[in-house]
Structures are given as structure tokens and as C-alpha cells.
């Protein structure tokens, strides 16, 4: 019996404005088959099925506070992922940030203590260092 303990990760992506559908499904992926259990699966479809504000804020904040690593694509801005990010910093996660090298972020999510950044050019360069990074955390 393997007692390995599968960490969960929260999944943290624009949705309102910006969405990618398929970068949000590739990293979905990854995720899954690194092993890990991906705890935010509505990301993969982009829209919320009947919810209202408060219970998206009330399913979203409980999944980050339940999950072991956060992974944001930061590349563009949005008000949720980084409300996630920073409940996810308040709450001792590990935490990792997605950016095209080509995008200037805020110092903020810069200066976050111990936070993962990866810059990428293109997916397949993403996909190579998330995988390296998730396999690292895994050991």
C-alpha cells in the first residue's frame, strides 16, 4: 500500500478576462499526471455552473486553504488570482508563479518570500520547468 501523501494543488488562472483555454488545460495536465491531485478541476472548463459571487468566493478560498502548493499564471492581471495568491501566502503555501518572460509584474507578487517564479517564451518551455520545479517539491 502506498502511503506516499499526494499533495493538491490549487490551480489559479484569469477566468472573467484572459482565460486560456488550452494552457490551463496542458497545466491541468501536468498536474494530474505528475501525480499530484489538481483541487480547483473547474479551471479546465473556464465558466462556474450556477454559482453565485459568494459561493465562488466560499468554494475557491476553502480549496486554496485545503491545498499544499498554489500555481498562478500571472501574465495577465486579475483581481481573483491574486486574491488567491495572497490568501495562499497568508496561509503558509507553497507558491508558484507562471509569467511570459515578457511581462513586467508587480512588485508585489515579486517580493513574495519563498514564491516559485517561472518565466517561460512559449509552453513547451513552461511545461519543461513546471515539471522540474513539481518533481523537486515532490522528493
Keep these: ?33 505528475i501525480g499530484y491531485e489538481l483541487s480547483s478541476p473547474w479551471v479546465l472548463s473556464g465558466k462556474d455552473k450556477d454559482l453565485s459571487p459568494s459561493e465562488i468566493f ?9 491545498s499544499d502548493i498554489l500555481i498562478a499564471e500571472v501574465s495577465k492581471p486579475s483581481h481573483g488570482v491574486g486574491m488567491e495568491i495572497m490568501l495562499a501566502y497568508l496561509e503558509g503555501k507553497r507558491i508558484i508563479l507562471l509569467a511570459k518572460k515578457d511581462v513586467k509584474l508587480s512588485a508585489l507578487l515579486e517580493g513574495i518570500k519563498d514564491a516559485v517564479i517561472i518565466r517561460y517564451e ?8 513546471l515539471r522540474k520545479e513539481l518533481g523537486e517539491m515532490c522528493k
Design 122 to 129: 512559449d509552453e513547451e518551455e513552461l511545461l519543461e520547468k
Design 1 to 33: 500500500m502506498n502511503l506516499k501523501k499526494k499533495f493538491k494543488v490549487y490551480l489559479a488562472v484569469p477566468i472573467i478576462n484572459f482565460y486560456n483555454f488550452e494552457l490551463t488545460k496542458i497545466l491541468g495536465k501536468i498536474i494530474n499526471d
Design 58 to 66: 466560499e468554494r475557491d478560498t476553502s480549496h486554496v486553504k485545503d
